[in-house]
């Protein structure tokens, strides 16, 4: 059991990984975009929701995980499709985790670099 958990630690990190970079990076700003105006202009609510998917980290993050399990076949607790439900929420569960601490870093990161730029052109300034 104890490896168990250290794998869903593990598989947690692509997950929360790919989840992040497919709905918040630059890459894929594009791609994003045209989902994001999908998602509220398609006419019919399937299309709508299926786009969305594409903007929601916390929605994507559930799909990767499918994926993941499907190729790893691995399961918590249970051997059987037990196991893999819970493995299932599990996984999304930390993943989430991991992309909100992300988050918290990055937006502590941007305010110091704001602080920091006020400060050289105030100094410059003088």
Not at 17 to 42: G, L, P, Q
Not at 95 to 108: F, T
């Amino acid at each position: 059991m104890e490896t168990h958990l250290y794998y869903l630690f593990f598989m947690a990190l692509p997950v929360a990984c790919i989840a992040w970079t497919v709905t918040k990076e630059e890459i894929f700003r594009e791609a994003r975009e045209f989902c994001v105006d999908r998602s509220k202009n398609c006419n019919k609510l399937l299309k709508r929701k299926f786009f969305y998917v594409f903007t929601c980290e916390y929605c994507f993050s559930h799909y990767v995980t499918l994926i993941l399990l499907f190729i790893t076949r691995f399961t918590l607790i249970y051997p059987d499709w037990r196991g893999y439900i819970i493995a299932f929420f599990s996984i999304v569960w930390i993943a989430n985790v991991y992309m909100s601490l992300y988050n918290i870093i990055r937006i502590d990161l941007k305010k110091e670099k704001i602080k920091v730029q006020k400060e050289e052109s105030t100094l410059k300034n003088d």
